[in-house]
Nanobody
Framework: QVHLVESGGDLVQPGGSLRLSCAVS????????IGWFRQAPGKEREGISC????????TYSDSVNGRFTISRDNINNRVYLQMSSLKPEDTAVYYC?????????????????WGQGTQVTVSS
């Protein structure tokens, strides 16, 4: 059974950094594409980063490109999202998602498996 659990969300000041973790089980990590999404109150869910199945091509949305980095630890079955230079507009619930397609894409509707989300708040 596929299972994803996000962790690492917190309250952080503008300009700060945070690392989110997505622990996965039920499948071999490098055979699935993993995406990171976020949803702020009153807004649609936004795809911000993804990593394809092996060899692990990465993609970023314009809103986070250059500030966020996605990575994968196949031994510990975790995908990380390192976030830096955080802004108040990054405040949202962050989700990881998985699907078996070979490419990397940021459309939420294409992903079958989802975690429960972790809250990130950027505020002084």
């Amino acid at each position: 059974q596929v299972h994803l659990v996000e962790s690492g969300g917190d309250l952080v000041q503008p300009g700060g950094s945070l690392r989110l973790s997505c622990a996965v089980s039920g499948f071999t990590l490098d055979t699935y594409a993993i995406g990171w999404f976020r949803q702020a109150p009153g807004k649609e869910r936004e795809g911000i980063s993804c990593i394809s199945k092996s060899p692990g091509k990465t993609t970023y949305s314009d809103s986070v490109n250059g500030r966020f980095t996605i990575s994968r630890d196949n031994i510990n079955n975790r995908v990380y999202l390192q976030m830096s230079s955080l802004k108040p507009e990054d405040t949202a619930v962050y989700y990881c998602a998985a699907d078996g397609f070979p490419y990397c894409q940021l459309l939420a509707g294409e992903y079958e498996y989802w975690g429960q989300g972790t809250q990130v708040t950027v505020s002084s």
